[in-house]
């Protein structure tokens, strides 16, 4: 028969237990719970050039390269360069490891992955997701802002867009695995929530609409206005203005199209830059 403990004694061992419990609880880190209709993406990350609508096959190479960003944050980026369907792959990512606590792995379906992506499910699919996850897990950054700073040498190493995933053939699941630090982007509801079914039924100008997506989203602003200098530079196109133009101009009727926009023109601004506007249409 056990010898039970004095009751000072007893009660200092319960003490003990709930400090550790407390303690366990507060080290939990997950990401916001954003519904299921919808997608988050950060601000800073959402209206930077890290994603951009660039023409197959050109992917440069980035060493330590400063992204298009607004003054208000530096991003610096290692890796390939990322697209569109990158981001759809991160956002898709980040939607799934948002239920369980960053650092522990996510186990994902691939084929259930794709179709919440738009996707078909084949073996070209399958091999294009798998390249995508290789880019994002590569693929690493700093960012400064006021608020925050991740991957600023020597206070903290860089980050991954995702740490790293292994494939598992005989489930034909992946699992993720997202670093805790990436709960920092979102903090003080620094992110943007996208209409995923909108996303997804995108048709014309699909890359370029998707860009102009995000940006819309990274504003309540409901009058909206950006130099064509600058959407041509975040969107990382190295074509001619006009043509540039008129591509922007069928992204921006898509959007209308899709209710996401409206009234969209273009304009001279007041220092006499030509620039894009419209009018965000909020849900």
């Known amino acids: 028969m056990s010898e039970q403990l004095p009751g000072w004694l007893d009660q200092k061992v319960k003490d003990s237990e709930e400090k550790i419990k407390a303690k366990q609880k507060a080290q939990v880190v997950q990401l916001p719970l954003w519904g299921e209709v919808e997608r988050a993406i950060p601000n800073h990350i959402a209206r930077s050039s890290l994603f951009a609508p660039i023409a197959r096959g050109r992917r440069k190479q980035h060493r330590n390269t400063p992204l298009v960003s607004r003054s208000d944050a530096t991003i610096l980026f290692s890796g390939d360069q990322l697209d569109e369907a990158d981001c759809d792959v991160w956002m ?32 070209q699919t399958y091999r294009w997701l798998h390249a995508s996850f290789d880019r994002l897990s590569f693929g690493m950054l700093s960012i400064e802002t006021k608020k ?38 979102f903090s003080d509801a620094e992110f943007s929530l996208i209409d995923w079914e909108k996303r997804l039924m995108i048709s014309n100008r699909v ?56 009234n969209h023109r273009f304009e001279a601004s007041s220092q006499g830059k030509e620039q894009a506007c419209w009018k965000r249409i909020k849900d």
Do not use: W
């Open 207 to 262: 890359d370029l609409a998707k860009r102009l997506q995000r940006l819309v989203a990274t504003s309540n602003d409901r009058m909206q206005r950006y130099s064509l200098n600058y959407l041509k530079e975040v969107c990382c196109h190295e074509g001619r203005m006009r043509d540039f133009k008129t591509a922007l101009s069928d992204a921006l009727i898509e959007l209308e199209r899709l209710h996401i926009i409206k």
């Open 148 to 185: 925050y700073e991740i991957g600023i040498t020597p206070k903290s190493r860089l980050i991954h867009l995702i740490n790293g995933f292994d494939h598992d053939p005989e489930t034909d699941t992946y699992e993720l695995h997202v670093d805790p630090r990436m709960l920092v982007m």
């Open 92 to 123: 898709q990512a980040l939607h799934e490891a948002r239920q369980a606590p960053l650092g522990q792995p996510v186990t994902i379906n691939r084929a259930a992955f794709l179709r919440a992506i738009g996707r078909p499910k084949s073996a």
